[in-house]
């Protein structure tokens, strides 16, 4: 497949303020590229390629500022 569905939960401190949206990166090495900034807790990671594994995090946005990133997870386009 040339996509990979991820959602995610939000973490346990907003800093008293709403999330306004989520940065999503995937990378197949060290270099990370900006997939897309979403406002759901939900994302369609699309342009991939069969057989390959990629690596993703998130990042939550509110009037604060951006979080630090999510632990990243490996999976496998299938």
Do not use: H
């Amino acid at each position: 497949s040339d996509q990979i569905g991820l959602s995610w939960s939000d973490g346990a401190y907003n800093g008293g303020s709403p999330i306004i949206d989520y940065e999503v990166s995937y990378a197949t090495t060290a270099s990370f590229t900006v997939f897309s900034t979403v406002t759901t807790r939900s994302a369609i990671v699309t342009g991939l390629t069969a057989g390959t594994s990629y690596k993703f995090y998130v990042k939550a946005r509110n009037v604060i500022g951006q979080s630090t990133q999510s632990s990243e997870v490996t999976i496998l386009a299938a």
